[in-house]
């Protein structure tokens, strides 16, 4: 039988070890071979909403009659805390730093095509940013199809912005990416200017016209056009599919504040990110650009060493904006 000694040794032990370290979830640590991950895309079905009309139609469908949930992962990293509010009838979480050293905050919208609810994997990287950026990120669990419309969007990430500790940062994957971004601009008509915008393989044009599209499709095993299109039709309600609120490629993006662009050669977003990049330098926009050779769509959220890697540049981009 040990001795009280002993045991009082292990706990001083167990004491230090959770003071100085920090518990991360396997989910977030977990490293897959990158060429795995369109073998698990397609073996899954992950691009059964995208790849035909009738898919898009059945997802949306089912969306409507079983909503996904959309709470975070029983663990996250132990150096943060989750708290959830309700803000005009949208579930909205935050994440701070348990030892309450934070600056700043990233609103953050999460992707999904416009009816997909957020996933582990926003969660895992959303604490991360939280945790390593010193900052608070905030999370709204906003309507989807086909209920939700790029306007109602719009217009409850600008009522975040208005209400956050500044300075202020947007960041999202996705169709989140396009939220953000026309949030941005509609931020910059009121001429405010976020810290830095940080678009993760963002949807950027929803008539899906880019020429380029179709000689990107083969080799994306994720997203297509067909499906994309249903989907659009619905986030746009009212709106004309080139509306800036609602295809942000349409915007005049002069007077954003900087911008930072991931995206990868295998997604049927990339061609619209370059469209993006240009505009954006012809704009006098700081645009910082990480494009992924053979990576596939959003693969900073994904656990490969790529993912990692990006997530990582993630953390010093944010860093450097909410500090200056």
């Known amino acids: ?49 995208f790849v035909t009309e009738t898919g898009a139609r059945r997802r949306i469908r089912r969306a409507s009659l079983r909503p996904a949930p959309y709470g975070p992962p029983a663990v996250l ?11 005009g009838g949208w579930p909205v979480y935050t994440i701070r730093r348990r030892d309450g050293a934070s600056r700043g905050t990233v609103v953050y919208a999460h992707g999904g095509g416009w009816v997909g609810e957020i996933v582990s994997q926003h969660w895992h990287l959303a604490a991360q940013l939280a945790a390593e950026v010193r900052t608070t990120v905030v999370l709204p669990i906003y309507p989807l199809v086909p209920y939700g419309t790029a306007e109602e969007a719009r217009v409850g990430i600008l009522d975040l912005v208005a209400s956050a500790d500044g300075p202020v940062a947007l960041a999202g994957d996705s169709a989140g990416g396009q939220i953000v971004l026309s949030a941005a601009l509609s931020l910059r008509d009121a001429s405010v200017v976020v810290a830095r915008t940080v678009l993760i393989a963002p949807a950027l044009d929803l008539t899906w016209s880019n020429p380029r599209i ?11 056009t067909p499906g994309g299109r249903v989907l659009a039709e619905h986030w746009r309600g009212e709106l004309d599919l080139r509306d800036p609120v609602v295809s942000p490629l349409f915007g005049d993006l002069a007077g954003l504040g900087p911008v930072t662009v991931f995206t990868g050669t295998r997604d049927v977003l990339n061609p619209d990110a370059h469209l993006l990049r240009d505009r954006a330098a012809a704009a006098g926009v700081e645009l910082e650009w990480h494009e992924g050779d053979g990576e596939v769509h959003a693969y900073p959220l994904l656990p490969i060493r790529s993912g990692r890697a990006a997530r990582a540049q993630i953390v010093r981009t944010l860093r450097r904006s909410l500090a200056s």
């Open 214 to 224: 179709p000689e990107v499709q083969p080799s994306d095993p994720w997203l297509g």
């Open 77 to 87: 990293q132990g150096d943060v805390r989750v708290d959830v509010e309700q803000r």
């Open 1 to 49: 039988m040990p001795s009280r000694a002993s045991g009082a040794s292990r706990a001083s032990r167990a004491s230090r070890t959770s003071r100085d370290t920090v518990r991360v979830p396997l989910a977030a640590r977990l490293v897959l071979p990158r060429a795995a991950v369109p073998v698990f895309l397609r073996a899954t079905g992950a691009n059964l909403t």
